[in-house]
């Protein structure tokens, strides 16, 4: 059965430092893994997604992800915050020719001016 | 391309009242889904079509609980009668469903603003 962890359930950072929200999945094949954002009143948005081709996943925004297998994480990371960066992200994971998601619960990330 | 389309936004109905909620997917977008998100949790899978069939309803609450996607193109859920713990986020999303090529599995979803509901 396929699953996602997300280590923080709250991450803080000043506007201009780095984000890091972390990830580890458990897949039973070869998974995709995704990154979702959710504003406040707004749908879910397609960060990035890795599916097999390069491990470090570039998305947008600044954001990017590395897959390690041997770590099964998929860390999400943008260099330099920004005050609009700040939201819901949700890392997700789908086994390979498996249609259906399964949602981690979400990190909220706070930006401190 | 227009996005998913979800109605109503917001609706409180009082347990034990019906509500239904409706999704138009983005045009050609064969696989539709609905999501519950409960607040401050992340989305769960209630059920998921391949054009007009289901693929996966195995989180649905059947008892109380109904979807249908009769022509292959929008669908409505239903929720009768509601509970208290009914009262969340319903997310409605789509995608191409086309598995072929070298992004075989990678499922690739795009969501709607959602229909928050409230049960009091």
């Known amino acids: 059965a396929q699953s996602v962890t997300q280590l923080d359930s709250h991450v803080s950072v000043s506007e201009g430092t780095p984000v890091l929200l972390r990830c580890n999945y458990s897949?039973?094949?070869?998974?995709?893994l995704f990154w979702y954002v959710q504003h406040p009143n707004k749908g879910l948005q397609l960060l990035l997604k890795?599916?097999?081709?390069?491990?470090l996943v570039k998305g947008i925004n600044g954001f990017e992800a590395e897959f390690k297998k041997s770590e099964t994480s998929f860390h999400l990371t943008k260099p330099s915050a920004h005050m609009s960066d700040a939201a819901e992200y949700f890392c997700v994971v789908s086994d390979f020719g498996n249609e259906k998601l399964t949602f981690g619960t979400g990190t909220r990330l706070t930006i401190i001016p | 391309e227009a996005g998913v389309a979800q109605s109503p936004r917001y609706k409180i109905i009082e347990k034990r009242q019906s509500v239904a909620f409706w999704c138009n997917p983005i045009s050609g977008h064969a696989t539709l889904y609905w999501y519950q998100q409960i607040l401050g949790q992340g989305p769960k899978l209630l059920i998921q079509f391949q054009n007009n069939g289901v693929v996966d309803d195995s989180q649905l609450p059947k008892d109380r609980f109904s979807a249908e996607r009769l022509k292959g193109v929008d669908s409505t859920l239903k929720i009768q009668p509601a509970k208290l713990e009914d009262s969340a986020v319903y997310l409605c999303?789509?995608?191409?469903?086309?598995?072929?090529?070298?992004?075989?599995?990678?499922?690739?979803?795009?969501f709607g603003a959602g229909s928050r509901l409230t049960v009091l």
């Open positions: 999303a789509s995608s191409l469903g086309d598995y072929r090529g070298p992004f075989r599995g990678a499922n690739v979803l795009t």
């Open positions: 890795y599916t097999s081709a390069a491990t």
């Open positions: 897949s039973s094949y070869s998974p995709s």
